[in-house]
């Protein structure tokens, strides 16, 4: 199948009892057995939910891989993956990651033991660099959050392997989403995704996914999910099966409306810098170019007026773009990432890599390109 096919067909079949064309949402926690161990599949809904497995089965076709996993949460999805190590493991991430990641990582696992260096991706000397004996995981991010960096994923999966072939390399596809880029296709072992944003894409949910293409790393994956019980419930599995089946459609107008906002924001008078793959000034546009099919309606963007103030005054009077957390849905959303997103980042750590006052995170909708022009100029204007 064609990947617009993948979304509506893929791993899918129609349900067995009455052909419903939809997998019914399965509200039970467990599952009659005929004796002891004899059952259809399905014993306990923290091991497996026939809605669940509909959405997972969805999952690893649209990013091609083998096994997909719906977490009840994008960080519950990350701490599955962070918990296939041990004390005195050594983790190499991007230096520009969502804040919730950096927290995960700095605040909870650090004191478990675990090691993290964090690198420009930009070179991957960074990366081979720091890695040791002891390096188990090196985790992409990439288009990154909030600064729209991108990674290589092929160039450094192929340096990670040709140094260490047992390091694993995990990337969180959210901002690109399976129809821009697949990382599986490049190298990578793992693809994780806030399902909350794009793939769910209504802002009605919040979900993890983990996707792998290694039947061994499956059943290890599957086993912690299945002891630590951070699973997706079968209401937000149906919701998120829907979602994806308009995936394709939706991330074409969203990168329509991200180019247009782009473009826009480059030439107008009260903004500083632009932070958008698609535009040839980016530093890592061929790259971008290379691995990505479109570059998607994730845009950021600095203000001239570097004060907190300003940036305060464009966000409290945008009305179409939604001053709220998050991104990925069809509306469109700003954000504060100093104040919001990645409040949790220590301040000296968020200027050092250009997280500062004047930054500001748009999520394009797939609202009239019109609108939104207007609505950011006269935000910017007052």
Same mark, same amino acid.
Request: glycine fraction near 8%; charged fraction near 20%; proline fraction near 4%.
């Given at each position: 199948?064609?990947?617009?096919?993948?979304?509506?067909?893929?791993?899918?079949?129609?349900?067995?009892?009455?052909?419903?064309?939809?997998?019914?949402?399965?509200?039970?926690?467990?599952?009659?057995?005929?004796?002891?161990?004899?059952?259809?599949?399905?014993?306990?809904? =923290?091991?497996? $939910?026939?809605? =669940?497995?509909?959405?997972?089965?969805?999952?690893?076709?649209?990013?091609?891989?083998?096994?997909?996993?719906?977490?009840?949460?994008?960080?519950?999805?990350?701490?599955?993956?962070?918990?296939?190590?041990?004390?005195?493991?050594?983790?190499?991430?991007?230096?520009?990651?969502?804040?919730?990641?950096?927290?995960?990582?700095?605040?909870?696992?650090?004191?478990?033991?675990?090691?993290?260096?964090?690198?420009?991706?930009?070179? !991957?000397?960074?990366? #081979?660099?720091?890695?040791?004996?002891?390096?188990?995981? !090196?985790?992409?991010?990439?288009?990154?959050?909030?600064?729209?960096?991108?990674?290589?994923?092929?160039?450094?999966?192929?340096?990670?392997?040709?140094?260490?072939?047992?390091?694993?390399?995990?990337?969180?596809?959210?901002?690109?989403?399976?129809?821009?880029?697949?990382?599986?296709?490049?190298?990578?072992?793992? !693809?994780?995704?806030?399902?909350?944003?794009?793939?769910?894409?209504?802002?009605?949910? !919040?979900?993890?996914?983990?996707?792998?293409? $290694?039947?061994?790393?499956?059943?290890?994956?599957?086993?912690?999910?299945?002891?630590?019980?951070?699973?997706?419930?079968?209401?937000?599995?149906?919701?998120?099966? =829907?979602?994806?089946?308009?995936?394709?459609? =939706?991330?074409?107008?969203?990168?329509?409306?991200?180019?247009?906002?782009?473009?826009?924001?480059?030439?107008?008078?009260?903004?500083?810098?632009?932070?958008?793959?698609?535009?040839?000034?980016?530093? $890592?546009?061929?790259?971008?170019?290379?691995?990505?099919?479109?570059?998607?309606?994730?845009?950021?963007?600095?203000?001239?007026?570097?004060?907190?103030?300003?940036?305060?005054?464009?966000?409290?009077? #945008?009305?179409?773009? #939604?001053?709220?957390?998050?991104?990925?849905?069809?509306?469109?959303?700003? $954000?504060?990432?100093?104040?919001?997103?990645?409040?949790?980042?220590?301040?000296?750590?968020?200027?050092?890599?250009?997280?500062?006052?004047?930054?500001?995170?748009?999520?394009?909708?797939?609202?009239?390109?019109?609108?939104?022009?207007?609505?950011?100029?006269?935000?910017?204007?007052?």
């Amino acid at each position: 199948m064609k990947f617009n096919t993948k979304t509506i067909h893929g791993g899918q079949q129609h349900e067995e009892a009455t052909g419903a064309v939809m997998p019914p949402v399965f509200f039970t926690s467990t599952y009659a057995q005929s004796s002891p161990g004899q059952h259809k599949g399905y014993e306990y809904s =923290r091991g497996a $939910n026939p809605t =669940r497995t509909a959405l997972e089965n969805s999952f690893a076709a649209i990013e091609g891989g083998s096994h997909g996993f719906a977490f009840s949460s994008g960080l519950s999805a990350i701490d599955c993956v962070l918990r296939l190590l041990n004390p005195g493991d050594e983790i190499i991430a991007g230096d520009d990651l969502y804040g919730g990641t950096y927290r995960m990582f700095t605040r909870l696992f650090k004191k478990y033991g675990l090691e993290f260096s964090f690198v420009d991706m930009n070179d !991957v000397a960074n990366v #081979t660099d720091k890695i040791t004996e002891k390096t188990k995981l !090196v985790w992409l991010e990439t288009p990154t959050n909030p600064l729209m960096k991108i990674a290589d994923i092929q160039v450094i999966t192929a340096a990670v392997k040709d140094v260490d072939d047992s390091i694993l390399v995990a990337v969180d596809n959210t901002f690109a989403t399976p129809y821009l880029q697949q990382p599986l296709s490049l190298g990578a072992d793992i !693809v994780m995704h806030s399902a909350t944003k794009y793939l769910g894409g209504h802002s009605d949910l !919040v979900m993890g996914a983990l996707m792998v293409n $290694n039947a061994k790393l499956a059943e290890d994956l599957h086993f912690i999910q299945f002891a630590a019980g951070a699973v997706a419930g079968p209401m937000d599995s149906f919701l998120a099966l =829907r979602g994806v089946k308009t995936l394709h459609i =939706r991330m074409q107008r969203h990168s329509e409306n991200g180019r247009a906002v782009a473009n826009f924001l480059k030439n107008h008078s009260k903004v500083d810098e632009v932070y958008y793959p698609g535009l040839e000034e980016h530093p $890592n546009h061929n790259i971008a170019k290379k691995q990505m099919k479109d570059f998607g309606g994730m845009v950021s963007f600095r203000l001239k007026d570097k004060s907190k103030e300003a940036a305060f005054k464009f966000l409290e009077n #945008t009305h179409v773009f #939604t001053l709220a957390e998050s991104l990925g849905g069809v509306e469109s959303l700003v $954000n504060h990432p100093s104040t919001m997103t990645h409040a949790s980042i220590p301040e000296v750590e968020r200027l050092k890599i250009g997280i500062t006052d004047s930054l500001i995170r748009l999520s394009v909708g797939i609202e009239d390109e019109d609108d939104l022009l207007q609505d950011l100029d006269k935000a910017l204007n007052l």
